[in-house]
T-cell receptor
Framework: KAGVTQTPRYLIKTRGQQVTLSCSPI?????VSWYQQTPGQGLQFLFE???????NKGNFPGRFSGRQFSNSRSEMNVSTLELGDSALYLC????????????FGPGTRLLVL | AQSVTQLGSHVSVSEGALVLLRCNYS??????LFWYVQYPNQGLQLLLK??????LVKGINGFEAEFKKSETSFHLTKPSAHMSDAAEYFC???????????FGAGTTVTVRA
């Protein structure tokens, strides 16, 4: 069974631009969570989607948003990029019957210049 | 506040020596606890998990962890370190009513030949 896939793997953007990251969960997993990883703040929860609905949200500004499609694929969008948004963005998926166990993708490395 | 704390940001061991990584938690619900490993430029790989039942949990690559409720701890051990164990290790937990994971700050393991 294929793991969680994320595209693109690397991105370079400039301040003020927006970016969209994509995540395809493991087949059969309907819950998708997003995390931001930075050297200073570590791993921080962004949001979680299940059945196309946001079920949980972390403490990030409204510039960070996401959505989930009917096939469970998820996208996250960051608008008006800031230098501090440079990070590794990780997506994780889980089975609804075991949603505490999350399986992570390889991440998207975003660099904001 | 509910949290997961890793003691020691860096651990250095000799090849063949015991690896011990410390994790403590604070939880308002029965916790689910996890250890993940991250190699450079990769996502997080699940090493092992504790949800319910046996308190000594065995994982991949020879790692194991013991859940001790009285000490609110979930330390990770491996009897004999291998060079391939050099990586960053994260303790994580579901420690509140929602299903988002709280992560420790991570412990970087280096293995000396």
């Amino acid at each position: 069974k294929a793991g969680v896939t994320q595209t693109p793997r690397y991105l370079i953007k400039t301040r003020g631009q927006q970016v969209t990251l994509s995540c395809s969960p493991i087949s059969g997993h309907r819950s998708v969570s997003w995390y931001q990883q930075t050297p200073g703040q570590g791993l921080q929860f962004l949001f979680e989607y299940f059945s196309e609905t946001q079920r949980n949200k972390g403490n990030f500004p409204g510039r960070f948003s996401g959505r989930q499609f009917s096939n469970s694929r998820s996208e996250m969008n960051v608008s008006t990029l800031e230098l501090g948004d440079s990070a590794l963005y990780l997506c994780a998926s889980s089975l609804e019957g075991a949603k505490e166990t999350q399986y992570f993708g390889p991440g998207t490395r975003l660099l904001v210049l | 506040a509910q949290s997961v704390t890793q003691l020691g940001s860096h651990v250095s061991v000799s090849e063949g020596a015991l690896v011990l990584l410390r994790c403590n938690y604070s939880s308002s619900v029965p916790p689910y606890l996890f250890w993940y490993v991250q190699y450079p430029n990769q996502g997080l790989q699940l090493l092992l998990k504790y949800t319910t039942g046996a308190t000594l949990v065995k994982g991949i690559n020879g790692f194991e962890a013991e859940f001790k409720k009285s000490e609110t701890s979930f330390h990770l051990t491996k009897p004999s370190a291998h060079m391939s164990d050099a990586a960053e290790y994260f303790c994580a937990g579901r420690v509140s009513n929602d299903y988002k994971l709280s992560f420790g700050a991570g412990t970087t393991v280096t293995v000396r030949a």
